[in-house]
């Protein structure tokens, strides 16, 4: 919760601050941590950012939900990538087969 205000605030170098300081002391992010802050960097339309998280999070063997695909193909459409957000929405419909929607998806093929 403190990090999700931390990022409704701006505060983004505070909420990477207290993420650092779990890490220092040993406490493993899971994937609604990496969904709070994938999400607040979206807000703040840091995309790379928020795209690091997400590949972090693969790497580390946590996955991704159907929350960390919505907020950045939220994010890639609000800055006009269509391409890239419809490129990742039909990558994860073919991942997750369960993503709302990709029934009707299934249906046209």
Do not use: W
Request: hydrophobic share 40%; glycine share 6%.
């Amino acid at each position: 919760m403190l990090i999700h205000a931390l990022f409704l605030d701006g505060k983004m170098n505070t909420a990477d601050g207290i993420i650092k300081d779990m890490r220092d002391k040993g406490l493993v992010p899971d994937s609604i941590t990496y969904n709070i802050v994938i999400n607040g960097y979206c807000r703040c339309s840091s995309i790379k950012k928020a795209f690091s998280l997400h590949d972090e999070m693969m790497s580390k063997g946590i996955q991704p939900t159907l929350v960390t695909y919505t907020s950045l193909i939220y994010v890639l459409s609000e800055r006009d990538r269509m391409k890239q957000a419809g490129d990742l929405f039909e990558k994860i419909v073919h991942k997750l087969r369960h993503f709302p929607g990709s029934h009707n998806v299934q249906c046209i093929d």
